[in-house]
């Protein structure tokens, strides 16, 4: 019974040090200054001086758009500069010295996986767009704070990094109260900050 309890009240555990060194290393802005292409995202092509070349297509389940002359083209798993550059490639067989440029007018695809999230002992869980230069704190007073169960100082970052979900301490108690602002990291698309209710 008393193993149980110990159990039941133990909190979630940190990754090793050299997970957490990893994941706070990577860049936090990627997929915000890299917008990568996928299924339902909306498409404008332009041709220049070819404007019956020039569409607006969504990103199909598949991953491919269809472009004129050129046929289906890969787009999901590719930045717009790197679509317009395919595009580019194919269509000089047709066009000479072809200037293609590629906007996004719908990002359907990112609707989820760029987003940041709180759970857990917080006022109001949220889920909201990640924002270049946002930060643990941000979001913990998005949330309303700790509710009066939460154990700040015990609270967990969880990232996704190279398939892997690394657990990352977070002591929000210090940040708030001591202003001690070492694990107040910038968040990352993806990231879920949980804080944790006090044990029984």
Known sequence: MAVALATGCAGPSASSSEQIQRALAVDTRDSVDQYILGATDVVRVSVWRNEDLSISVPVRPDGKISVPLVGDVQASGRTPEELASSIRTSLTEY??????????????????????????????????????????????LSAGGANPFAQPN?????RPVNGEVVAIPIRLDDILNRGDISTNYSMRPGDILAVPERGF
């Open 95 to 140: 066009i000479r010295e072809p200037q293609v440029s590629v906007v996004v007018t719908s990002m359907g695809s990112h609707e989820f996986t760029d987003r940041v999230r709180v759970t857990g002992a917080v006022r109001q869980p949220i889920s909201v767009p990640h924002r270049s230069g946002m930060t643990v704190l941000d979001m913990f």
């Open 154 to 158: 015990s609270a967990m970052l969880y």
